[in-house]
């Protein structure tokens, strides 16, 4: 069945219509997640936490774009979210502990030599979700674009700075 059917019946009240397209977009909602947040524990409340948003919101999805890109732009606002949570939370132990930060960047510096995934994971949020939408999950620039809801030129330029700072990473620190 079509996600369009799916949702029409979903906004009706059929329950086992939206319990498909969550079985359906599950693996990708957590996948996309999981390249933002890198924590387990946060990737899943964070995938259900958007399903439960899309269950009690269906009625009023116009669906002006696919479902799957209302799911994403769900799931990436509040992956944002917790980013900005974590933030504040890490600025009131830094606040606390100066030696915590000198720590970290110890840790990632290590870290990021180990292999491309890991060079990767050192990027910022906003790029490596730009890198996962893009090679990992195969959509055009205007789709990725439509998702985070930015403009296609960041879009080119988050890919352009992603793969320059993979670039640089691995010239400097050859795997």
């Not at 669906?63 to 600025?91: A, P």
């Not at 793969?163 to 400097?172: C, E, G, S, V």
């Amino acid at each position: 069945m079509s996600d369009q059917n799916l949702v029409l019946l979903s906004q009706s009240g059929d329950n086992e219509a939206f319990a498909q397209l969550v079985r359906k977009y599950s693996p990708d909602a957590y996948r996309t997640a999981f390249m933002v947040l890198r924590d387990r524990n946060e990737v899943e409340d964070v995938v259900q936490e958007s399903f439960l948003t899309c269950y009690r919101k269906i009625k009023s999805f116009r669906m002006e774009s696919s479902f799957k890109t209302w799911l994403y732009r769900i799931v990436v606002n509040r992956c944002y979210d917790r980013l900005r949570k974590r933030n504040r939370e890490i600025d009131a132990l830094n606040k606390m502990s100066l030696n915590l930060r000198n720590v970290s960047d110890d840790i990632n510096g290590i870290e990021s030599r180990l292999d491309l995934r890991e060079v990767i994971q050192g990027l910022r949020p906003e790029h490596r979700l730009v890198l996962t939408l893009y090679y990992g999950m195969d959509f055009g620039v205007q789709k990725v674009a439509d998702m985070l809801g930015v403009p296609v030129g960041t879009v080119k330029s988050r890919l352009n700075s992603a793969r320059n700072m993979i670039r640089k990473n691995l010239t400097a620190n050859p795997l």
